[in-house]
């Protein structure tokens, strides 16, 4: 089993950045697709950006293309999201998820799930 921890959330200004990071244990991480997955209250989780096991294929959604960059490191065990540009909109909690393909239509798909960390966009 993969066991997920996620990283790098906070409060930050409208037009700043923030660098999420996953940690993964417990499992052949190098062979999993990967995902940060948020959710806003009341809202249908949505997935913002998928990667393949070996990095080589990435998925933006609509509202993460241009503005964040997902990346992995199979070496650290990590996947982290850059996010740029970063909008009241994307006030969120934001989920860090592994499954043996890549997942880009489906949240409920993932298998593994991190706990989640708050993103706040305010000024």
């Known amino acids: 089993q993969v066991q997920l921890v996620e990283s790098g959330g906070g409060l930050v200004q409208p037009g700043g950045s923030l660098r999420l990071s996953c940690k993964a244990s417990g499992g052949s991480f190098a062979t999993y697709g990967a995902a940060w997955i948020r959710q806003v209250p009341g809202k249908e989780r949505e997935i913002v950006a998928a990667i393949s096991w070996n990095g080589g294929l990435t998925f933006y959604g609509d509202s993460a293309k241009g503005r964040f960059t997902i990346s992995r490191d199979n070496a650290d065990n990590t996947v982290d999201l850059q996010m740029n540009s970063l909008q009241p909109d994307d006030t969120a909690v934001y989920f860090c998820?592994?499954?043996?393909?890549?997942?880009?239509?489906?949240?409920?798909?993932?298998?593994?799930w991190g706990q989640g960390t708050q993103v706040t966009v305010s000024s």
């Open positions: 998820a592994a499954d043996h393909g890549m997942e880009v239509s489906d949240w409920r798909e993932y298998d593994f």
